[in-house]
């Protein structure tokens, strides 16, 4: 007998009362023991589409919906008395006829005539997005038999509607191609081959094998990522790889939780020594307690999380000794005195992102590497004189720097790369998107050889920290072994929507590949964005009351509500509000039910104060850039709630997300 459980059977849990929670696993472990128990009553459900439906009591209010098929059990879903038997009622689980798929189907004759009504009329007057696809396509994308009809009468207004109700691959498909992507057909399930293993059943159900897994599985039914992974998801965490690998996406396309999973399946081997890593301390925290709800103790022990920064300065303190990271500061006064002593006139800054972005980051070795070295990630060109004048000053500071016991950050990861290998066997890395230069020099030479040691988990769009720079001439080739993730776990269909208009649909890295970010769905659907914009701050604060008042009295909870600013002096003004304030850069990383981002004045947002900084052309690219994708990591850390404003005259961001609102809106 195998027992599983279903996503929905998690999805209904979590509606229910935490005390209803707490008798319900009591009853589905006293289920998996023993499901013949008289307690249970259990009852077959009379007028279900499925005969195999049976109810299963909990006490006297809640049921637990149960499949039971050839000696299988499936727990199913669970709710109150008669909304678990209306659920059982209007439900099949049934393999599909083309792909072979297990899915769970609401029957489309039981759908609620008010909602078939507006489909149909909505598909009289607007056009229908998938007129012209055949049932055979449409049975490729797993779209169930008798939804073929209705997804052909989908609109652009409907088309969210009909694809919450399907099952998700098909949902996923429709939603994919409403946005002008392909989708590729499902796999099929060969003749012989267990439907249940199909990849797109593997994301829905679950074996579990004892009541130590079921308890596992059911510990926080709110984090069904640590039992449900998206077939794309499960690839990542499944493959082998012979070089280093990557997974890319945008935001809430569930990349962390890939590198979790991929980091527990690594670790499964005794002698693995797994790093997962990213580059602060939050996010590394972030990391760490996630951990045990995938891992069990054994893996544990052979996973360690820490941020790359920091495992560098440990390592490099255990084999050089301790010695001191010079500051900005000191930094840049060697740079101007050994210019000044050489008597070059030299902009400082230009001198010291030369340093930065050149010499220390690619740890440059002498005047003719210099000299020969291809200008990475910087646009100014430079005659072969000026560069050997310059050479000399940074030879200067390297000779300063050792003279006082002081090392870069670069530095450190360079001294690693020359020595012995580092105590891990797999580098998982998270926010791969701002690894530094020599950070990616050292991983790619001590782990890029071996098979599978190195992972990315990043999304370009969301560089906020780094430049950008060619990961191939830091000896790290992901080409063939980098793919992208394209459902969106966190964020409604509506707030993504909106916070994908803040970034181009195709993305372009610094060797040339590109992103193509269109094709992205939700798995819900939520409130359209709030973007405002104001005469007064005092307007704007007023109103912004307002709308948390709203979000507490609907139920949100205060924790669940968070204010992003662009920089930490908007913070005071906001405080007296009682609610969680941070700067966008900590909001890497996180979520909240709902996130305000105000205060988007035209200087906050490209922060005026760097655009003042700006040499040339593409330094100032470069920082509009990475304000563009401060907004969207800002935007995207909301799931259900977004409000976005700004007092006249606003951020061009703004602006730009105003417009489409009104262009809407006509
Ligand atoms: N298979 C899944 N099933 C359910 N929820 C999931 C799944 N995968 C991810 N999630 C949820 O989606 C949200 C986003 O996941 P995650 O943080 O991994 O995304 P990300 O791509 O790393 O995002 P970002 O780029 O913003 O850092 C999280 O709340 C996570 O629990």
């Not at 209306?86 to 798929?101: C, F, V, Y």
């Not at 999973?261 to 301390?281: C, E, Q, S, Y």
């Not at 007296?576 to 200087?603: Q, S, Y």
Request: charged share 30%; hydrophobic share 45%; proline share 5%.
């Amino acid at each position: 007998m195998t027992h599983r459980i279903a996503d929905t059977f998690y999805d209904a849990l979590e509606k229910l009362h935490p005390q209803e929670q707490k008798a319900v696993k009591q009853s589905a472990f006293d289920f998996q023991m023993d499901p013949s128990l008289p307690g249970f009553s259990m009852h077959r459900v009379d007028r279900a589409r499925d005969p195999n439906f049976w109810t299963a009591r909990v006490n006297r209010d809640i049921r637990m919906v149960i499949h039971k098929a050839k000696g299988d059990t499936l727990l199913a879903w669970v709710g109150h008395h008669d909304a678990a038997y209306r659920w059982a009622e209007t439900r099949r689980i049934e393999s599909h006829p083309r792909t072979g798929a297990v899915q769970i189907v609401e029957a489309r004759e039981t759908v609620e005539d008010v909602v078939i009504q507006r489909i149909v009329e909505e598909a009289v007057r607007l056009p229908r997005l998938f007129a012209d696809e055949t049932n055979d396509t449409l049975l490729s994308w797993g779209v169930p038999e008798d939804w073929l009809d209705t997804v052909r009468d989908a609109t652009e207004d409907t088309v969210v509607d009909i694809a919450l109700r399907l099952p998700s691959e098909a949902a996923d498909a429709i939603m994919a191609a409403a946005t002008g992507e392909r989708p590729q057909p499902a796999p099929v399930v060969a003749a012989g081959e267990d439907p249940w293993a199909h990849p797109d059943a593997l994301r829905r159900f679950r074996v579990v094998e004892n009541v130590e897994e079921l308890k596992a599985a059911l510990d926080a039914p709110w984090e069904k990522w640590t039992v449900f992974l998206h077939p794309a998801q499960r690839e990542f965490v499944e493959r082998d790889f012979n070089g280093p690998a990557r997974v890319i996406g945008s935001a809430g396309t569930g990349k962390t939780i890939v590198a979790l999973h991929r980091a527990v399946r690594l670790a499964a081997d005794p002698d693995a020594r797994v790093l997962l890593t990213t580059f602060n301390r939050r996010l590394a925290d972030l990391l760490r307690a996630k951990l045990p709800l995938v891992a069990g103790h054994e893996e544990q022990a052979r996973i360690f999380v820490e941020d790359l920064g920091a495992v560098i300065h440990r390592l490099h303190a255990e084999r050089f000794g301790g010695v001191e990271i010079v500051d900005e500061a000191t930094l840049r006064r060697f740079l101007e005195e050994a210019a000044a002593e050489a008597g070059l006139a030299v902009d400082p800054d230009f001198l010291f992102d030369e340093w930065l972005l050149i010499v220390d980051a690619w740890d440059v070795a002498d005047a003719d590497a210099y000299r020969d070295l291809p200008r990475l990630g910087r646009k100014t060109r430079m005659a072969a004189s000026r560069r050997d004048a310059l050479w000399a000053v940074f030879a200067q500071v390297r000779a300063r720097l050792a003279r006082e016991g002081l090392v870069t950050e670069a530095g450190c990861a360079h001294a690693l790369r020359q020595g012995d290998p580092m105590p891990f066997t797999h580098v998982i890395v998270d926010e791969a998107q701002d690894i530094s230069v020599a950070e990616l020099m050292l991983l790619g030479a001590m782990f890029g050889a071996r098979p599978n040691g190195l992972f990315f988990a990043g999304d370009i769009g969301q560089r906020i920290f780094r430049a950008p720079f060619p990961w191939s001439a830091a000896g790290v080739d992901v080409r063939g072994r980098s793919r992208s993730l394209k459902v969106n776990y966190r964020t409604s269909h509506q707030i993504r929507k909106r916070s994908d208009t803040l970034l181009p649909e195709t993305l372009v890295e610094a060797d040339g590949a590109e992103e193509n970010r269109l094709g992205v769905t939700s798995v819900f659907d939520g409130p359209v964005p709030t973007i405002r914009v104001y005469d007064t701050p005092e307007s704007e604060r007023e109103e912004l009351e307002a709308w948390v008042d709203t979000l507490l009295h609907a139920g949100v909870e205060r924790e669940e509500i968070a204010i992003l600013v662009r920089s930490s002096d908007q913070m005071a003004a906001l405080d007296a509000m009682n609610i969680h304030v941070m700067t966008m850069h900590d909001a890497k990383g996180a979520e909240f039910r709902a996130v305000a981002v105000p205060r988007l004045a035209h200087d906050v947002i490209p922060d005026e104060s760097r655009l003042l900084t700006a040499r040339d052309e593409a330094h100032l690219d470069e920082i509009m850039t990475t304000e563009r994708h401060l907004l969207y990591v800002a935007a995207t850390r909301a799931r259900d709630f977004l409000w976005m404003s700004g007092v006249a005259p606003v951020s061009e961001f703004l602006s730009d997300l105003a417009d489409r609102e009104l262009e809407r809106g006509r």
